[in-house]
């Protein structure tokens, strides 16, 4: 099996959504984006790695990012550790193979890995700010106010929706029906939009674990009873139904079909998980999208890609209006 095979093969396992479009990327760009997404998707393990203390995820993390930036494999001893702490699963596979990950990442264009270590830099300073926060006290913990939820969700997802951009544009100057600055800038809407999904989706899982992504006036209260953030939640899920309204903007102004299809399945996605959310009585961890959904979303997304006249079609067909916002 080759390097590129056995890549691809490691993303199915790790996220099998993102797989669905990132096999249908044009080659210029497939390769490159499959990387850094598992680069994201090995440090994010790492700093999920609660076995480990804190302080040592932190320089772990710190040193990752500096074997990206020299070109030099990872500390062999600190990934054994992290290995070690992993239960079986395709996370533990990811990091077994991290030396192949890293060769990989050596081959894609310069100016690829240039941008790889800028998204990855950007990601991984919000995943130390994250352990900091969260893991350095005891009890519940909250983000204290908006503007810190939206510089985390830019960290971990903004900056994504930024280096996609950039990749695309490299590989084909005239990419988007927008002007570059324009696309950058809903880009960056776009993945925060899809984070902002994740900790709506896991907020009663994060608030057993002590973490509260959104900002409520008494965290500690929140953690006994979720349904009583609901209004704030509510808030939240009216925030990324606009971004996500930001992140079809983007799509309609992508050139390439198969671009087009890669960014219409997370959208879609993103706003059927927004619905099933929304339409549950509680707020409760556990909602997924269907498989059979997913497939009916393939087809949408597909006829989207060559056919612009449905895009409209499509809107009508998944979009919802936003929840009402807080007062």
Not at 295 to 307: K, N, Y
Request: charged fraction near 25%; glycine fraction near 6%; include cysteine.
């Amino acid at each position: 099996m080759s390097g590129k095979s056995e890549l691809l093969d490691l993303l199915k396992g790790v996220s099998r959504s993102f797989y669905i479009s990132v096999r249908f990327l044009p080659q210029p760009i497939r390769m490159t984006i499959a990387t850094a997404y598992l680069l994201a998707r090995a440090s994010d393990t790492i700093a999920d790695t609660n076995q480990l203390p804190p302080a040592d995820r932190i320089e772990f993390l710190h040193q990752f990012l500096v074997s990206l930036l020299n070109g030099r494999r990872l500390n062999e001893l600190q990934l054994y550790s992290c290995l070690r702490a992993q239960p079986e699963g395709p996370e533990k596979m990811l990091l077994s193979r991290m030396d192949m990950v890293f060769h990989e990442f050596s081959n894609i264009p310069p100016t690829h890995r240039e941008l790889t270590v800028e998204v990855l830099t950007q990601i991984i300073r919000g995943q130390t700010l994250d352990i900091s926060k969260f893991e350095t006290k005891d009890g519940v913990t909250g983000l204290k106010d908006d503007a810190a939820l939206e510089e985390y969700t830019y960290f971990v997802g903004g900056s994504v929706g930024e280096f996609w951009t950039k990749v695309c544009f490299l590989a084909w100057p005239s990419y988007g029906r927008l002007p570059e600055s324009e696309m950058l800038n809903s880009g960056k809407a776009f993945g925060k939009g899809l984070q902002l999904i994740n900790i709506l989706r896991d907020f009663p899982r994060d608030l057993q674990a002590g973490r509260c992504y959104l900002p409520v006036a008494n965290p500690k209260a929140v953690a006994q009873n979720p349904n009583s953030a609901r209004k704030e939640w509510e808030w939240w899920r009216c925030r990324a139904s606009v971004q996500l309204e930001e992140a079809w903007h983007y799509l309609s102004a992508v050139r390439p079909w198969r671009v087009r299809f890669a960014c219409a399945m997370p959208i879609l996605i993103g706003i059927r998980t927004l619905r099933l959310l929304g339409e549950a009585t509680e707020l409760a961890p556990g909602f997924k999208v269907s498989r059979s959904e997913v497939h009916r979303m393939m087809l949408w997304a597909a006829a989207i890609a060559v056919f612009r006249s449905l895009e409209k079609a499509a809107f009508c067909e998944f979009f919802q209006p936003p929840a009402k916002p807080r007062e």
